[in-house]
């Protein structure tokens, strides 16, 4: 988030005064709105400027004097070129974006009078084009669902993270969305990127060239201007400080308080403050949520806080360095809380982080915060593996933390949890599944409490054995697809005439090839994403009605079994100890060995964070022994051909996949590209992995690549090069070398 600087308070003379009463910009000042806002304001401009483009107008001539009936025609051009607009609700918000743009370039709002106007003929366009009014099933989570997903989170999920920091982090984030209700906004990063606008041509001289900032900071700027061409003695203008948006360590706070009991060790509690709020450029509402130990390790956030922090070393005092001492720290009788301090240099660090490209592989980075998009693949990724019919979101989460507080908290205590100014906008998170027994209360029957409950849960039609990915039939399908057809043929005859030419038109060329293929994937990706969703849908619709025909019409020979769990088989072994503590039953232990027990789930989730699973292949016998540690593998100095040396000098991942040999050597050629070299700069330097090099501060990059051939490294020719956008081509010279060749670094 950007803090802007307090101004200097200076008392100017009475010019200074007069000139700025001539300079402030008339009619009313614009508001500051927020960045997502401001986004899709410019999206909405860029399609307004293809519309202008399509009728030969200029756009910013038409946006200014334009009337009521060319601004209905824009809509009825966005239905007609805009395929994937569908449903009511969103033309209806490309109205209120359009609006705002109307706001923005004639600084007042638009006429009542033409508001009613384009209202009235979009209820038209909807009836015309059959636009869809329906509202989708709102997924509520409830804490059986939230128990679900997360055991199988830990227990059966197979799915890949950058590390394993990423996988405790999800559960942490599923426990914080539960426990507080908040938005994506206030717990994660949310602000995307604003790119430039297009160039417009303009016959006003004082419309021409204008800038993002002409269009959405005049007055601002007018502010400046006056600042710097009145006063020379005005402070300099202000600096903003970056901070990075979500949860930081300086919102968190771990105490310790004394024990109610004798004999009873001293709890934990956590207070987590929320900064960033709906609508916190005009009213910032912070709000501070208290947590405690659950007695379910599953559910305890502080166990997953402890993990983080400690992976971190993030504890400013040096000797809570392991988990045993957090919990054996002693409650002066004077005091009633000792506070666990973090180190001033993580203060302003986010708790929960992105993970990107490193010399050693996609890790956890140090300061990005974690994204929404990110965090929501995952979400939706975890919902799929679990067998949900509906999507998990955020939202889900959200909406399921307001209906459990509205049934115990008041309105007013309601409205602060869940960030609404009004109490009215709950009816919206409101669960579509009737949560009282009418039934009974006609009747005048006691209420099937038990079962209401479960007739609302979110986990209702589970069913693990809902496909997540398409078959081969299916996969095969999709490529004779004539869209697909079409764009691939595009791209190979954009290749074709590249490969014909040379020089600058070459390069030309070869952008637009680049632009054909991210086109050509783009619509693979949503090809796939909607014949999987189809898939679902009809796996879900026809599998109740399998089973039962199954159940009634098969006879002794012929019925059907579902097919057992797999075994479940874990690469790293802190991972295969947190399962055997979360299936330890927490009744008839002493307090002493829940203790231990908790402090041992707590270690592993700390260690685990330091390790990464690898890709299985059907194929690959993956089943460690976790009763004894095997060796580490030792590193050679010339190794076998065949081998990742990143892979196996990274001590996060197994044993067994660091000693892992592939087929052929263009096979771990292929694997180093795009698993370990994928979003790096070839051009900078790159650390070699080996520890020899390490040690020496040899990098991978230029001439130095010839000295790595005495480890049994590749490097891999012209001719044989994959087409990956981040190769360079640098010359080696190397004497074992017969001679001098040009050669393509994909490798190291």
């Known amino acids: 988030m950007q803090q802007r600087a307090q101004e200097q308070r200076i008392a100017h003379s009475a010019n200074h005064y007069n000139k700025l009463r001539q300079k402030l910009p008339t009619g009313p000042v614009q508001r500051e709105r927020a960045r997502n806002t401001e986004i899709n304001i410019d999206g909405i401009w860029r399609r ?8 030969d107008e200029d756009p910013l001539v038409l946006i200014t004097t334009g009337s009521a009936q060319d601004f209905m025609t824009f809509f009825k051009w966005i239905l007609d070129n805009y395929r994937g607009v569908k449903k009511q609700s969103a033309l209806h918000e490309y109205f209120r ?3 705002m743009l109307f706001d923005r370039h004639n600084k007042q709002w638009m006429p009542y009078e033409t508001v009613l106007s384009i209202n009235s003929y979009l209820g038209l366009l909807y009836k015309r084009y059959g636009l869809d009014r329906s509202i989708p099933m709102k997924a509520v989570m409830s804490v059986d669902d939230l128990v679900l997903v997360l055991h199988h989170h830990w227990v059966r999920d197979d799915s890949l993270f950058d590390d394993e920091r990423q996988r405790v982090q999800l559960a942490f984030l599923l426990l914080l969305a539960a426990y507080t209700g908040q938005r994506p906004c206030s717990i994660l990063e949310t602000t995307r990127k604003r790119g430039p606008l297009p160039a417009i041509e303009s016959g006003d001289d004082c419309l021409k060239d204008m ?10 700027k007018a502010f400046a201007e006056i600042d710097k061409d009145i006063d020379d003695n005005t402070a300099e203008a202000s600096r903003t400080t970056d901070l990075p948006r979500g949860i930081l360590y300086s919102h968190v706070r771990i105490r310790v308080l004394p024990g109610r009991f004798a004999r009873q060790r001293n709890p934990l509690v956590m207070e987590v403050t929320i900064v960033h709020t709906k609508g916190e450029e005009r009213n910032p509402q912070p709000k501070t949520f208290l947590f405690y130990e659950n007695m379910n390790l599953l559910l305890c956030p502080i166990a997953h806080m402890l993990a983080l922090a400690l992976h971190d070393d993030a504890f400013e005092a040096s000797s809570l360095s392991q988990v045993k001492q957090i919990f054996n720290v002693n409650v002066p009788s004077q ?17 929960l982080r992105q993970a990107a490209p490193t010399n050693a592989g996609r890790r956890t980075s140090a300061k990005l915060p974690l994204t929404s998009a990110a965090s929501s693949r995952a979400l939706s990724r975890l919902g799929m593996k679990v067998g949900l019919e509906h999507r998990l979101q955020h939202y889900s989460v959200r909406r399921g933390t307001g209906n459990a507080v509205d049934g115990v908290a008041s309105v007013h205590e309601l409205s602060q949890v869940m960030g609404h100014r009004n109490a009215r906008t709950f009816e919206f998170y409101r669960n579509q599944r009737v949560k009282c027994d009418v039934q009974a209360a006609f009747l005048g029957q006691p209420s099937e409490t038990t079962l209401m409950k479960a007739l609302g849960q979110m986990s209702l039609t589970v069913n693990p054995d809902a496909p997540t990915e398409l078959t081969l039939e299916q996969k095969k399908t999709l ?3 004539p869209t697909i057809s079409k764009l691939r043929r595009k791209r190979d005859e954009i290749k074709m005439a590249a490969e014909a030419v040379s020089g600058e038109q070459q390069s030309d060329l070869w952008k637009k090839k680049c632009l054909a293929e991210t ?9 796939r994403a909607n014949a999987l969703q189809r898939a679902r849908e009809q796996f879900f619709r026809n599998a109740d009605t399998h089973d039962i ?3 009634f019409g098969a006879t002794a020979e012929n019925t059907e079994h579902h097919a057992p769990l797999p075994a479940l088989k874990y690469q790293t072994k802190e991972r295969a100890r947190m399962v055997r503590l979360l299936a330890q039953p927490e009744e008839g232990l002493s307090d002493e060995r829940r203790l231990t027990r908790r402090i041992d789930f707590v270690r592993s989730m700390m260690e685990l964070c330091d390790r990464k699973e690898a890709r299985c292949r059907p194929t690959d016998p993956i089943a460690p022994k976790y009763e004894e540690e095997p060796p580490s593998p030792s590193i050679p100095k010339r190794i076998d051909r065949r081998q990742c040396l990143f892979c196996l000098c990274d001590k996060r991942k197994s044993y067994e996949r660091r000693e892992r040999k592939y087929a052929r050597p263009a096979k771990m050629m292929d694997h180093v590209e795009k698993d370990h070299l994928k979003g790096l700069d070839t051009r900078t330097a790159i650390a070699c992995p080996h520890p020899l090099c390490r040690s020496d501060g040899v990098v991978l990059q230029g001439i130095a690549l010839a000295a790595k051939t005495d480890y049994g490294l590749a490097l891999r020719k ?5 087409p990956y956008k981040w190769a360079q081509e640098i010359a080696v010279t190397d004497e074992d070398l017969a001679s001098q060749e040009t050669l393509r670094v994909s490798v190291f």
């Open 335 to 351: 005091k009633k809380s000792v506070t666990l301090w973090w180190k001033d240099e993580k203060e302003n660090i986010p708790v």
């Open 97 to 99: 974006v359009f609006k």
């Open 718 to 722: 012209e001719h044989h090069q994959r």
């Open 48 to 55: 307004w400027i293809r519309f202008c483009e399509h009728l």
């Open 519 to 527: 086109n050509l994937q783009a619509a693979k990706v949503r090809l």
């Open 549 to 551: 025909d199954t159940q």
């Open 479 to 481: 490529m004779d697809n």
């Open 211 to 220: 800038s993002e900032e002409d269009q959405s900071e005049d007055d601002n």
